[in-house]
């Protein structure tokens, strides 16, 4: 199978001992850093009989599980099968992208379980969880799945896994100093996740540049039902889109307006992806890739400004532009990023989450800077904005402005992390295939000898076409 | 590409300027209706604060958001997903189906929020909107798909689009006239949402009718898996129809009752559906189209009395029905509609949607009538019927009057509005493809050249084999 | 078609009139059953409106539809889209698994309520449903859905329907005799579903015995995209199965304990599963048949501890432990099975849901066994455990006792039943298919002759290729 002409040396990809090592040693790890931290939090507690009284709650009802619980298995189902089956678009690679994509975030979610456990739950030496940690690790694991986009098909299991264990620190730290330090908003992640997770991929692979990639490029397209199967990713992250904004504000209006706002940008945004998918296209013919990706954009754009009084005609203006950026991204932007700055981005991220991540947060500081006590309400501008306790004194224009150093923040800690990130990842030991294979399920997967594959193989100018 | 010997004159279905005019013009009108009209709601604006304690709610769990958010997004899935992957079935038109039903829905929901909102949300010049205009905006884009389902595959995206305005228009109107002026209870929307979207979809098919589609006819069938992708759009329409017909019930027992009769419906029409499917065949052998469409009956035959005391018992002889009526129709109703009326229903709406609509709108106007102070209890007899104000003399026979009423109203909206927009329809400006490229992605789609569709050539009589 | 030179007889597999006979007779039942016996519970009748000043309740907020409506829905969406495109792994048998999963299911639901009802909500004649009795109906039909993975392709749906009416009928005995006479805890079903519905189906699979089933080996593998399909019902139930397994648990903390608890064991049983998978191979390959079943076990393993206090770490623990046992079970077990014991286990659901179920119910017994007050509280004690009235005087230990025996009792009645019911399902009149026919879903269903199965065809060495 190893055909090592185009390289120096035949890329060994058998994993059989090192991913078995680094998936047991990380789950030994997690459990006893678990032993040691992680405890129920009060209101999922047997205790919490004894609790309620004392937080004066009058039932079981008011328990925080049925205010958050629906919109995480929204959040949960955008994580394993939308962000899983997004991916499966390449005709050969559909195992890794579905079974990669659940093997980094079940992992992730446990690290990030204790990550942003220390940085916001902790107390009394535990961390103390909850339905509203579980959004936030299944929302921190996403930032990471938006990095797997731009090296997909051309990384290891092994690889993905380290880049987690960094990625999910990183993202910690970043969140908190955007949201403890800086006191930013950012409810669905425009900063935090989206800029955050698509630079620090695109940085990754960058670092990761693969000269010879053109050598598979055969297998770097779609068939028809793989794109079928796409489908199913992007429908399911544009439906829940408005669960994954809305899913950690506030309660009561807050997660109502984040919803409403979420749902208006995402459907101006497929309209304005449609018109530049055809208007690009010498036939007018619409691109499946755009209409996987671009129609995406509005729910990225509106990640941080969603809860805030955007006005549902403020979330179609800022969709529709979303859409438009996104989809002449992939037509312009991706080529270019590939041919001059050797930025190989298999899915486009660029396009989907970084573009759109950084009008959202750039969106989400105008409109903090422009809240006034009219549109929100006297007691409604307070609670929208936390302005509590120390930051009591913040005006809306200086809120604006911590949020725009927001975004600054988060593109200096993807750049920088991405970049050290990277370079662990260029070491020759984490078993990452040859440029000829990749892109191709075989090679860590055992793959079904089906009629497809004949076929393929029947038109596939370097191969036998008997099995 | 084009061969026009079998039409006067070659179709032009390049939609380069076209379909981007279209779909930039109306967003950019959607944005300007929406900064004019639309607004938050109240428990969705951050004035909420205020209001509520006007509106005596003691805290923020009360929010509407809480009781509505879950069956929308089921609602949400059913439109999309439901919809969008029910109609993949056709071996070479997957991306047509869930494309343009997405493309559609994004732009019918923008669009039925304001004339909805017009309707029933209108105050001091303002629409307000909160999560239950969300789900009746898709309700009323679900009966644009219904009637999407009849034209699959022989009208162009432009097509679609003027039919979604017009369609949502023509919806509302009648909404209006049923729900308002009638007095008539609908919830699930067999009148408002099936009958209408049904015949409307059929009236406008027979407007359009193809005298030569036998030319595409070796695309109007299926491949394997393509009638596996159809059956997630099956199932989750069938899973999440009790959200649907409960959606907008009164809160408590009425939504409760909703969503057990709709169980109870769906899960006997599954049964039925397969007798009949398995009995009208001469070797006993299933069609994939009778489960693909016929099990989904029974959520349309209760869509208006699932919130009446209908009774489990009661569903579960509506859903026998309606499965058997639907399957009969595939069997032997379509293929006289197209033969002797010249009707070509893609996807078999009328035996889905409208039968079973008449059924449902039949079975609420008898449910109605035979309501007693004894069966609602003499509060709940009022609450369900809303017999208050102006209503207060309504007897439960005037009522189901007044039902059957609303199903003729319907009715005849759908067949003057259907004949109407067929006609616009057939102006020759939209881009519709001739009736041998019927049923084919190709023509507005950038298709993968991927292996099936070579050995599709190589089975297919007319292209060469080689790509 | 029929070659009958394998067996004594050619096998009659038109089932013309037997499965519509079978289907319409079972379907009156239930409406008459319905008719006399089920009515609408309290929370779901028109009268809620009296009653619920009579419970004290204040509004219709408080209706316990808003607080189990949402898991159903996910219950619902893992019976009927988990379970059945699990299933379609198979390159041939994909409409037989998710349409016969889907007529079996429907039909069981109907028959469980009824059963269920008898037993645990009957009052005054009249069996009185409302969300929770469609949650546990789900959950009843959910051990057949088990039972099928073992004979998935070797059976004809009319055996299907006759095991599912004895397979509900001795579930919900089983049922009573562990929550009532037992007063075991089992809100997951680790033992009143899975372990019973494991053994009960291999126990019929192994009266079902076909000694020349490798005649059809060639249709008993995958093929890529068929692989693709059932990732789709692994992820719907991985990330559903915390719903599942706080679905009936009791309001507040213990649900939400519950669903914390099945989220870390099944991201920890994930790991441990692609470790294990790797490991196992020669060229250390991951193989899918590991990933889209034993990630699950992780959730089949808590769920009868997952509503006490496991902990997170304990969860994960379980997690690890069951995945490791899953795998190892599809490596070695399966086939020892199949060669030795003569048991065909299509899907590996000794894998999936024996030995995890069997870990459950232990993993129960000895957290009951280990509760203490200092752990519950002095009041989350008793109610986790339901320590009232005749159970006043309980002890952990003694209660861990139980656990034990409702695994025993759970076995039991699971080979008992088994036994009989695969002796019915021997009778030579279900119309099932000679041994070369199995797995291919050409016997009961109109397959499309598309190009897929050509060149499945032309692959195929006793099949000539020319449609």
């Not at 991405?418 to 090679?443: H, N, R, S, Y």
């Amino acid at each position: 199978m190893d055909r090592p002409r185009h390289q120096g040396m035949a890329k060994n990809t058998n994993l059989r001992w090192r991913l078995p090592l680094v998936c047991l040693l990380w789950e030994v790890a997690m459990i006893v850093l678990f032993g040691v931290f992680v405890r129920f939090g009060a209101e999922a507690d047997a205790h919490w009989e004894e609790e309620k009284r004392e937080m004066n709650l009058t039932s079981d009802m008011e328990n925080d599980f049925y205010f958050r619980y629906p919109s995480f298995q929204d959040v949960h189902v955008m994580i394993f099968v939308g962000f899983g089956f997004l991916m499966t678009f390449l005709k050969r690679y559909g195992f890794g992208a579905v079974g990669f994509n659940f093997l980094l975030a079940a992992f992730g979610i446990q690290w990030a379980l204790l990550m942003q456990g220390w940085f916001h739950s902790f107390k009394d030496g535990k961390i103390l969880i909850g339905v509203e940690n579980l959004i936030n690790a299944d929302f921190c694991v996403g930032s990471v799945c938006i990095a797997f986009g731009a090296i997909l098909g051309k990384t290891s299991p092994i690889q993905l896994l380290v880049m987690t264990l960094f990625q999910v620190t990183l993202f910690s730290v970043n969140e908190y100093i955007l949201l403890n330090l800086l006191h930013v908003k950012d409810a669905g992640g425009s900063m935090t996740i989206h800029t955050f997770g698509a630079y620090f991929g695109l940085t990754v692979t960058r670092v990761l540049y693969r000269p010879n990639l053109e050598q598979s490029k055969d297998k770097q397209g779609s068939v028809y039902h793989s794109d079928l199967f796409a489908m199913i990713g992007t429908l399911y992250l544009w439906m829940y889109w408005p669960s994954f904004n809305s899913a950690i504000s506030d309660h009561g209006d807050a997660q109502h307006r984040s919803a409403i706002n979420t749902y208006c940008s995402l459907a101006a945004c497929v309209l304005t992806t449609m018109a530049f998918s055809s208007m690009l296209q010498k036939k007018g013919k619409l691109d499946m890739v755009h209409i996987q990706n671009a129609t995406l954009a509005g729910g990225v754009a509106v990640g941080t400004s969603a809860e805030m009084m955007l006005t549902p005609y403020g979330s179609l203006i800022v969709g529709s532009i979303s859409g438009i950026v996104s989809t002449v991204g992939y037509v312009y932007f991706t080529p270019f990023l590939e041919s001059r700055l050797h930025i190989q981005d298999t899915c486009g991220i660029h396009n989907l989450h970084a573009m759109p991540g950084l009008i959202g947060g750039i969106v989400g500081a105008i409109t903090a800077a422009a809240a006034t006590e009219d549109v929100y309400g006297k007691e409604g501008f307070i609670k929208a904005f936390d302005f509590t306790g120390v930051y009591q004194r913040r005006t809306p224009s200086i809120q604006g402005g911590f949020q725009a150093a927001g975004i600054v923040v988060s593109l200096l800690m993807a750049f920088a992390g991405g970049a050290i990130v990277g370079a662990i990842l260029k070491l020759p030991i984490w078993g990452d295939a040859a440029a000829e294979k990749c892109f191709e399920d075989d090679i860590y997967w055992e793959v079904p000898e089906d009629e497809e594959s004949d076929v393929y193989r029947m038109h596939s100018p370097d191969k036998p076409a008997s099995p």
